[in-house]
């Protein structure tokens, strides 16, 4: 029997680099979507060639999960996406106690759901951040498709309204 591994880059594929820090980014800013990077010269007479930038392999599906997280659902549909996205945007305004804190992680559980690349939640939790009381840290931990190694990171979502306990 003959098995074949596929790379991390065939597994979660790759596409356009639209936010430039996978670890701190909590919103996006729409005016400057693309990122360009240098590539190599292949017998071109350009002195600095340029080209958007990608990303592929697991940064690319944490990419496309903060991504998610960050699309109100619904917003796409004119693109004929209307379930992407998540509803994370609802709690914008909202106190940050326990209750919000708690449809925070569901509403990351309900976007997760939707992404056929995740094979397993192994775990999504919701805190508040210790330095800004009006941002929820919300920890994700989850097993992808065809992956032994879990894909663990965390995003903030700032409810930008009042402080609970």
Known sequence: MLTVVASAAELF???LRL???????SDRDRGSDLFVAKRPVTGS???DPIDLETIAGRDNLQHALLLRFMT???ELAILGHPDYGSRLSELIGELNDDTRRNLAKLYTLEALQAEPRVAKVISV???QNAADRTRVDVNVKLQAIDSPTP??????VYTGGAVGP
Not at 151 to 156: E, I, K, P
Request: zero cysteines.
């Open 151 to 156: 894909l663990n990171f965390v995003f903030g």
């Open 45 to 47: 007479a350009q002195s």
């Open 72 to 74: 109100r659902v619904g």
């Open 125 to 127: 939790t919701a805190t």
């Open 13 to 15: 594929g790759a596409d």
């Open 19 to 25: 936010l430039g820090n996978l670890e701190r980014q």
